[in-house]
Each structure stands twice: as structure tokens, then as C-alpha cells.
């Protein structure tokens, strides 16, 4: 799905350069559930955005779906964002003035879909995540975790193939971050690729597999079927 | 898409109300003044009779001082007006299609109702072909007959406004009026006629409105009426009669002919040119090559009928609008950097730039539209204004084109005010303003 | 909305400084611009006229009918207006000042030579009656103004500017004819046919019809009523306050810069006059 060799990013600001990432790489199968770990500022988040197109990177290659993407144009990533990934922020990103059926409508009005397609997503993906009855409401009517639930219902809506997900239960207290892991679960359950930062040691050792970044590397990886046996140690990746 | 954006750009306009607001504001005012300003240029530089403006021709011959021509800065046009004289002999042509001289006279009407006082009112003595030469449009009746310009009958044709005072509107063909104690019989009433300028005589104000009567211009030397136009005279000579008046070198008639052929258009200006050599040798000061023959186009030009300071307006009130649309820009630019953070969860969820940019745009072009609106109000109250400073009668200076011009000037700047600000919000990059909090 | 951060944002962008430089120089030629128009305006506005106009009213009426006697109906117009309260004087004039229409021709201090003589000075000319000076308010700085016998009137001569035995002369048309400061009192001046009229006095200032006219000041009233014209103006002189009160009480407009215009057409016969508005 995902295959990223020596990566590297730097940001450059008037004095200092940063390196957020340097030889990264990392592979991602088709249908694997990855919790990304590491401390702050390791470059989890860097990661995220360029697995996502969001940002450029500055070495290394980078395949997405089989398909090198470092000589895209501006344009070709805008349309794999669109149809090829979702995303799901720590801050839920939802756009303030829009009611969770517009807000959710996003992604597919720039995918072109027609309107009873795109409505017929809509509902499914609201009701998908247990708001199929508020679609009219404004995100301030709503507490963190529905509005959580509210931007995986619009990263899901275009059923993407990979889901990028920043530290989605950050902001949440652990209930409702556990309903947000189980949504992810379901959805993963479902053959779509996820990729999670995350905080909380619990919640990364219910994925298949723990990446650790530190330093803009990846340092360790811990399979899923290895977690069980070695707590101690993955306790360290806070 | 384009329905979309538009639920947006409400959208957005709902959520920043002032500074949306004070966006409008800024056009409307701009498109406001901008907007009166053209609206005066365009209702003064107007060709009331542009669809016969290849066949019409305003005629003068130079018949004028020989030690000084009548305009001093060009001096290759012939007075502004005719000598009754040369006017008289002009109309003996019979090359062109129709022919009138004409010129402004005043009278009294004594309404055959007592109850309504004898009033003044503005007339015209001319030509049965005046009518049919202008496309004057006829509610009841016609022009008087042929017949009525080359033996006196006491026929009229009424305005429609003075038909309305005398008979109330009704058709008045057959009735008589009467005019400085003198019986005539109406022949026709004219419907609603304001052409603006008044092409055919701006000798008295190009904004003037047209007659309330017409007279034929045969009866002039049986009814000696007063005159109301303007006279010039150069040669120093006794006026102190009607006779001497009418035989002197004093400018005060118009003269308009119609020539349809190229081939008539021609033997016109032949005969105008024989005509003055013919006068410059029997002694008469006449300069043969001074005649003009000017489209109504051509005459309204070198009469200046569109002042220089209204020019001077209508660049000035862009300015004005220029120095709107910049604040509109800054505003726009302040609007759209409260808004990178949904636009940057727009790039992120798969919106490209040029989405972004039509979004944007076509919020501008909204905005643009309601302060269009707003601004057609505000030129609405300026024409207001100014209709009374210039006292510009009858026909409103608003019409549908300047509408349209209004509206298209309205979306056009306020988009060109958005394509900086759109450009630069459209290049944030997707993950720059996503929020982590 | 908040805006104060926003615009405290654009502030310290690029674009902001750039954006306030332009609006300021555009504002800038804008202001200048019409600050030189309006100066324009301002020097016409601002020339003495040598009238009270804030007390002046003109009204005029239009003689018809065949038994119409010119003389007869001025007097009894001036008369019937001396009788009404608030009016202080009444006088025949044959145009309005600064209306925009009215007459002007070439007059010379010296019978002319030739048919383009160069001391043709060009003169605003209004046909004036005994009571016009001080209806308008005039000032006489030399001479005096007419006696009411010296006032002709000749109905069988309707030519402009029928030369009078006497006429009464700006200052600006005295220099500008005779020279600057020359005395010109009991001299002649000839039209342009050589008929001439004494001067009896000179006035500080009057203005012709033609506002934007460079030789607007150059006014000669002629001591006589004109037959060429069936339309005959008063100018009124009112009591102080009294010029919108009747302004009111006659369907009027404005005519000129800053005097009021009413015009009645009357006969001899019916005397309900008529009211509406002056033809130009
Ligand atoms: N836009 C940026 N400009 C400059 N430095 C940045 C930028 N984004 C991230 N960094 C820096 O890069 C490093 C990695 O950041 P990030 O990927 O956000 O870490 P994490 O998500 O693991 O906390 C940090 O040192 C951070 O300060
Ligand atoms: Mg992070």
C-alpha cells in the first residue's frame, strides 16, 4: 500500500533548519492497521503529511498504491487525496459553519459524485458512526467525541483505501476514545489501510503493528503479536 | 458546482457579516458614484437618432463675417446657424429626400376652458418633412399636409403634454386651439418624444425638452411670432424692422435635410458649394468651400453637447471606485486569512487549487453583486441630484444598458478586487493551518 | 468575528503598506483634481455682481392679443406689484442676469470705421427703466441714473438694441472701451450702425446672462423699453426674508444662480394671471 525508502524532510526558518525526518522508511501492507508511536516532536506528524500528500518531502522515494508520487503536480495529489485517503486530525477539523451533512459532503463534492450518490454516502457514513439523526446539527452542538466521529464519518464517506489518522483520540477522554479505537477497528475489519498516531500505549496495542519514531527515524517496530509479550517495554513509547 | 459555491459564499457572508458588509459597502459606493457619473456621460452622449445617423445631415453655410470666422478655435466650420435668407434657398432643393429648416418661436395658449389661465409655451416652426425626418411618433393624426408649407393654414401639431392640458388627452384631430389670439386647427398629437440630447437644436440647452407646438415655418411672416431661440448677427445694419430683420446676415435657423443615396449625398454638397459661389459673386460675403454637412453624430460632437468636466467626472469617480476596490481588496484579503484554516481542511480533504480560487471568486462576484445593487440605489439618489443641478427634463437618464453596464462593472471589479486575495489564500498549503488543538 | 487581529495581520503583511500607498495617491489625484474644478467654480461664484440678490426676485409676462399695449401693461404690472406688502420696489428689465439668456453686441466710444472696427468693445445690454437701480440694488459711482422722462419706448422699432438718448455704463465696460479710469460721463457711445446715446453714469458692477462669459462685467443699460420682445421681466425687490414667501405663493423655479423666476402671461382684457415657468 505504502512504501516510503530513506525519506527525509528539513523545514527551514530564517535561522534554524529542522530535521523532522531523516532516512525514514517504512512499508505499510494493504489492509494492515499501523499505530505510529514516538515522543513529541519525533516527526510522527511530518510523516503523517507526507503519506498523505499534504506536504513535500525532501529525499528519499516515496510509493503510494504502486505508484511514485514524488513527481505528482499539485493537481494529481489533490485528486489521490481525495479519493485515495481519509483523514482524521487530532483537532476534528471540522469546518465550523457547515452542518455535519454539508461537512461530511466535503470530500465528495470535489470526487464530482452526483447528488443521490452523494447523498446516499452521507447517510451511510453519519449513521455508520451513530449520527444519523443529526445531520442537521452545527459541530458546536456537539460534544469532542461525536465531532470525532463526525470527521471519521467524513474520512470514510469516500471510502478511501488508506485512512491517516493524528492522534484522532487526543483530545477525548477514554471513553470516548475507546469507541473511537472500536470505529476504527470496524473499519479496519473492512479491509481499509490505517495509519494512527497515537498517545495512549493501550489503544496502539490493539493495531496490528506499533512503529517507533524518535528523531525523525523510525526506531522499532513492534508486531502486534509480539506486544503481548514485551508490555514493558512498549510502556516506554509515550 | 457554481450552486455550491454560491451557498458558500452565503454561507461565509452570514458568518463575517461586518466585514462582509463593509466589503459592500466599499463597492456600492464606488459602483454608486461611478455609476452616476457614466450614467450623465452616457445619457449625454447619446445619439438620439442613431438608426438614421448615415442618412441625416445638419447643414450650415458660411455666409459669415469675411474679416473673422464664427468659431474662433476652428475655423473651418460655418456658423452654428442659418440667415432666413440662405435658409429660404436651401429649402428650394430638391435633392434631398426631406428638407426642413426650423426654429424656436414662443406663444400664448388661451384654453377655450375659462379655468385655465392663458399660459406661455415653447414652439417650433418648421417643415411638414420635419416629421417624417425624425421618425416622430404620432399618437393621433399626422404632420399637417404638403400643402400647409407653401400656402398659410393654420394647423398645429400638439405635444402630448400640452394635449393632456388642453383636451385631457383625448384625441384632438379636427379641434381648434388658440394661439396669440389666432385660431388653429390640430392636425396631429405626438406621442411621448424626448430625444436627449435634443439633437436638433442645442442651441438653447441640449437637454432642453422638445416644443410643446408646432407651427408651419409658412406662417412666420403672417404671424411675426416672437422668437426664443438664439440669434447671432455679425454685419453692422439696421434691424429696427421685421423685414429688415428677415433680410439680414443674423444667424438663428436650423436647417436639417435627409439624403439616402451617396449619389444624393454628393449632389448635396455640390449644391451647397455652387450655392455660396453664386452668393460670394453677386457681392455677398459667402466662403464656397464653408459648407458642412454634419451627421448627428458629428453635430452633437462639434457642439460639445458632453461637457469636458463631465469627462473629468466620469475619470475621477473611477478613481474613486479604484480607491474602493483596494479597500475591498484589503478587506477581502483580512476575510480570507480568517478563513485559512477551513481552507486548508478543504486542500486537505482533496479540494485543488483552482477549486479553491473559483470559490473564492465567485464569493467576490457575489459580494460585488449585492454592493452592485446597493451601488444602482446610491446612483439612483445621485442622478437625483444632479438631475436637479443640470435641470435635465423628461426622459430618466437610468436605462437598461446602464443597469446592465452597473451590474457587470459591479461583479468585473469586485472579482478583479478578489483575484489578488483569492491567489494568495488559494496557495496555502493543505497541512499549514490544520488545527492541533 | 474578530476582526482587530485580522487587520493587525494584514498590517504587517507586504500587501497592506502597498495597498494603503495606492489608495492614498489615487485619493490624492482624486482630491487634487476636484479641488481645481471646484476653485473654478468657486472664481465664477465668487465675482462681484453689484446686485441684492438676496432680496431679488424676477417675474415676467408675456403681452399677447391684439389690442396689447406694451406701456400700458408695465405700468399697471408695476404698479399692482408696488401695492403688495413686502415688495420695496419693482422695475422693468429686458432680461435676467446670469440666466443664461440675453443679449450682447459691440458698442465703440467713437462713431465706427468700416464694418470691423477694433474698438468694438462688447457689451451685455439690458433695456432698463427710472426704478431698475434700485430695485436691483445697484451702485452709482459717476453720474446718475435715469429720470422717469427719459425713458423711451418706440413700438414700431423691434429691433435689439434700439440706441435710447441715454444709457448708463459698468466701470469694466468703461476701461475696457474708453480706457482704464476714464472719466466717460456725458460722453457718447455708438452702435455698431452709428447711432449713439450719452453716457449719464456709471455703475460699479452688473453681470450679463452668461455665467462662464470672460466679459461678463461689461454691462450697458440702455434707457429705454424694447418693442422686440413680447416678454417683459420686473426684477422685485423684496423686504428681507420675504424672498421665499414668494417664491411660494407663484408656481416658480429656479432659474439662475441665485435669483428666482416666475412668469405670468397676461392680456390686457383677462387679468387672471397665469403662472409658468419662464421660457429660455
Ligand atoms: N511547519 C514547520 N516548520 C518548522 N518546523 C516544523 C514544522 N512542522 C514541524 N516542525 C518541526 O519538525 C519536528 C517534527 O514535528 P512533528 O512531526 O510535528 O512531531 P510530532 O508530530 O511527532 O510531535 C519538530 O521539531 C517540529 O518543531
Ligand atoms: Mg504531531
Known amino acids: 500500500m505504502l512504501k516510503m525508502q530513506n525519506i527525509s524532510k528539513v523545514y527551514r526558518t530564517d535561522l534554524v533548519q529542522t530535521h523532522a525526518l531523516r532516512d525514514f522508511s517504512l512499508e505499510v501492507a494493504e489492509g494492515e492497521f499501523v499505530a505510529v508511536t514516538g515522543p513529541s516532536g519525533s516527526g510522527k506528524t511530518t510523516f503523517l503529511n507526507i503519506a498523505g500528500l499534504l506536504e513535500d518531502f525532501d529525499g528519499g522515494s516515496y510509493l503510494l498504491d504502486g505508484e511514485d508520487v514524488s513527481n505528482l503536480n499539485d493537481n494529481q495529489r489533490s485528486k489521490i487525496r481525495n479519493a485515495k485517503i481519509g483523514f482524521i486530525f487530532q483537532g476534528f477539523n471540522l469546518i465550523p459553519d457547515l452542518n455535519l451533512w454539508d461537512n461530511v459532503d466535503v470530500p465528495l463534492r470535489y470526487r464530482g459524485f452526483s447528488a443521490a450518490e452523494r447523498s446516499k454516502r452521507i447517510k451511510e457514513a453519519l449513521e455508520m458512526v451513530g449520527l444519523g439523526s443529526r445531520m442537521k446539527h452545527l459541530p458546536s452542538q456537539l460534544s469532542g467525541g461525536q465531532q470525532q466521529r463526525v470527521a471519521i464519518a467524513r474520512a470514510l464517506a469516500g471510502t478511501p483505501r488508506l485512512i491517516m489518522a493524528d492522534e484522532p483520540t487526543g483530545n477525548l477522554d477514554s471513553l470516548m476514545a475507546r469507541q473511537v479505537m472500536e470505529l476504527l477497528e470496524n473499519i479496519n475489519e473492512q479491509g481499509t489501510t490505517i495509519i494512527m498516531v497515537t498517545h495512549d500505549p493501550e489503544l496502539a496495542r490493539r493495531a496490528h503493528r506499533n512503529v517507533h519514531v524518535m528523531d525523525g527515524q523510525v526506531t522499532d517496530f513492534t508486531e502486534f503479536e509480539r506486544a503481548a509479550n514485551k508490555r514493558e517495554r512498549d510502556a516506554l513509547g509515550g | ?437 | ?280
Open chain 3, 1 to 280: 468575528m474578530e476582526i482587530r487581529p485580522i487587520l493587525s495581520a494584514m498590517l504587517r503583511s507586504k500587501t497592506g503598506p502597498v495597498l494603503i500607498a495606492l489608495q492614498i495617491a489615487i485619493t490624492l489625484a482624486i482630491v487634487v483634481n476636484s479641488a481645481f474644478i471646484i476653485n473654478q467654480r468657486l472664481e465664477h461664484m465668487h465675482r462681484l455682481t453689484g446686485m441684492d440678490h438676496e432680496n431679488l426676485v424676477f417675474a415676467r409676462s408675456y403681452g399677447f392679443g391684439p389690442n396689447h399695449d406694451t406701456l400700458a401693461t408695465i405700468r399697471e404690472d408695476i404698479d399692482a406689484l408696488l401695492a403688495m406688502p413686502g415688495v420695496r420696489n419693482a422695475a422693468y428689465i429686458s432680461g435676467i442676469p446670469l440666466s443664461g439668456s440675453g443679449s450682447n453686441s459691440g458698442f465703440l466710444p467713437h462713431p465706427p470705421e468700416g464694418e470691423n472696427d477694433p474698438d468694438s468693445t462688447n457689451a451685455n445690454y439690458y433695456n432698463g427703466d427710472h426704478r431698475l437701480a434700485e430695485a436691483l440694488g445697484l451702485k452709482i459711482i459717476e453720474g446718475r441714473w435715469f429720470h422717469p422722462e427719459e425713458i423711451e419706448f418706440d413700438p414700431t422699432d423691434t429691433s435689439y438694441g434700439a440706441m435710447p438718448k441715454v444709457v448708463v455704463v459698468t466701470r469694466a465696460w468703461a476701461d475696457a472701451a474708453f480706457g482704464e479710469g476714464e472719466p466717460v460721463v456725458d460722453r457718447l457711445v455708438y452702435d455698431s450702425i452709428g447711432r449713439s446715446a450719452r453716457i449719464i453714469g456709471v455703475i460699479e458692477h452688473m453681470q450679463g446672462a452668461w455665467v462662464n462669459w470672460d466679459e461678463l462685467d461689461q454691462v450697458i443699460i440702455l434707457g429705454n423699453i424694447s418693442a422686440a420682445h413680447s416678454v417683459i421681466t420686473y426684477a422685485i425687490n423684496v423686504e428681507p426674508g420675504q424672498k421665499e414667501t414668494r417664491r411660494s405663493r407663484r408656481s416658480c423655479r429656479r432659474s439662475t444662480a441665485t435669483a428666482w423666476c416666475s412668469a405670468c402671461a397676461r392680456t390686457r382684457t383677462t387679468s387672471p394671471a397665469a403662472t409658468t415657468p419662464t421660457a429660455r
Open chain 2, 1 to 437: 458546482m457554481f450552486a455550491y459555491y454560491l451557498r458558500l459564499a452565503l454561507l461565509s457572508i452570514r458568518r463575517n457579516p461586518v466585514l462582509s458588509g463593509l466589503m459592500m459597502a466599499a463597492i456600492a459606493v464606488g459602483i454608486g458614484a461611478f455609476m452616476t457619473m457614466l450614467s450623465v456621460h452616457h445619457f449625454m452622449s447619446g445619439n438620439p437618432i442613431w438608426w438614421k445617423n448615415d442618412v441625416l445631415y445638419a447643414v450650415g453655410v458660411d455666409t459669415w463675417n469675411p474679416n473673422e470666422t464664427y468659431y474662433q478655435s476652428r475655423p473651418e466650420l460655418p456658423p452654428q446657424q442659418l440667415t432666413y435668407r440662405d435658409a429660404k434657398a436651401l429649402q428650394a432643393s430638391d435633392i434631398p429626400t426631406y428638407k426642413a429648416y426650423m426654429f424656436n418661436v414662443v406663444g400664448v395658449f388661451q384654453p377655450e376652458n375659462e379655468e385655465i389661465a392663458p399660459f406661455i409655451e415653447r414652439g417650433r416652426m418648421t417643415f411638414n418633412d420635419f416629421f417624417a425626418m425624425f421618425d416622430v411618433p404620432f399618437e393621433y393624426g399626422g404632420a399637417w399636409g404638403e400643402q400647409a408649407d407653401r400656402r398659410d393654414e393654420f394647423v398645429v401639431v400638439l405635444s402630448r403634454e400640452i394635449n393632456d392640458k388642453l383636451f385631457g388627452g383625448e384625441n384632438s384631430v379636427g379641434k381648434r386651439v388658440v394661439i396669440d389670439g389666432r385660431e388653429f386647427m390640430v392636425t396631429g398629437v405626438l406621442k411621448e418624444w424626448h430625444p436627449a440630447p435634443k439633437f436638433y437644436d442645442v442651441t438653447t440647452g441640449a437637454f432642453q425638452e422638445p416644443e410643446a407646438f408646432y407651427l408651419p415655418a409658412q406662417l412666420y411672416e403672417t404671424l411675426q411670432p416672437d422668437r426664443s431661440g438664439n440669434t447671432n448677427c455679425w454685419k453692422p445694419e439696421n434691424l429696427d424692422s421685421f423685414q429688415a430683420f428677415n433680410n439680414s446676415e443674423c444667424t438663428w435657423i436650423q436647417y436639417w435635410v435627409q439624403l439616402d443615396t451617396r449619389e444624393q449625398q454628393q449632389r448635396y454638397a455640390d449644391f451647397l458649394h455652387a450655392y455660396l459661389q453664386e452668393q460670394a459673386s453677386v457681392g455677398r460675403s459667402a466662403r464656397p468651400d464653408q459648407y458642412l454637412m454634419a451627421t448627428p453624430e458629428e453635430w452633437l460632437e462639434i457642439n460639445e453637447v458632453v461637457a469636458d468636466d463631465n469627462r473629468v467626472l466620469v475619470g475621477l469617480s473611477f478613481l474613486f471606485l479604484i480607491v474602493c476596490l483596494l479597500n475591498t481588496v484589503g478587506l477581502l484579503l483580512a476575510k480570507f486569512l480568517g478563513r485559512a484554516g477551513d481552507i486548508s481542511v478543504r486542500r486537505a480533504l482533496g479540494a485543488s487549487r483552482l477549486d479553491i480560487f473559483r470559490q473564492q471568486l465567485i464569493e467576490c462576484g457575489f459580494i460585488g453583486l449585492l454592493g452592485g445593487i446597493a451601488g444602482l440605489g446610491l446612483a439612483g439618489v445621485g442622478l437625483m441630484v444632479v438631475r436637479k443641478m443640470y435641470r435635465f427634463e423628461g426622459s430618466s437618464m437610468m436605462d437598461g444598458e446602464m443597469i446592465l453596464v452597473a451590474f457587470i462593472t459591479a461583479v468585473l471589479a469586485s472579482i478583479a478586487a478578489g483575484l489578488w486575495p483569492a491567489w494568495q489564500i488559494c496557495r496555502v498549503p493543505p497541512a499549514g493551518y490544520l488545527k492541533t488543538q
